[in-house]
């Protein structure tokens, strides 16, 4: 195969997206900013990427490949003690509830969980004095 051809075959058409999901995006640029601010380095995120990828039961295909870079960057963000998974957990969560209660069209907010605290959302305990 000559090299013009190995190039077809693995650039993306420039019609297609680049992300499936804006939450592949989303995850994609908080790599690059806690990265940026210097909580951890590309060595670390590639082991830990690494590690995620290798897991067993991963997609094939890779088909699930920002499902492990979520995972690694839950993963790192606990190793660096920034973050608990409880309380990935708990935002997760939140944001789901938010979801469901955020009327079709609008944009999802924190602040739309019925369920939020102070803990999750120190400034919910202020908005409602």
């Not at 060595?43 to 295909?61: F, Y």
């Not at 944009?107 to 019925?114: G, R």
């Amino acid at each position: 195969m000559s090299r013009p051809d190995a190039a077809a075959r693995v650039s993306p058409d420039l019609d297609d997206p680049v992300f499936a999901e804006p939450w592949q995006a989303e995850a994609f640029a908080m790599v690059l900013a806690l990265h940026e601010k210097g909580l951890f380095s590309w060595g670390e995120w590639a082991d830990t990427l690494s590690s995620q990828l290798k897991k067993p039961g991963v997609a094939a295909d890779g088909s699930d490949y920002y499902d492990c870079w979520l995972r690694a960057l839950e993963a790192l963000l606990a190793a660096k003690s920034l973050a608990s998974p409880q309380h990935v957990e708990s935002l997760a969560a939140a944001w789901q509830r938010a979801a469901h209660a955020t009327p079709h069209g609008k944009p999802i907010l924190l602040e739309n969980d019925p369920e939020r605290t102070a803990a999750l959302w120190p400034s919910a305990e202020k908005q409602d004095s």
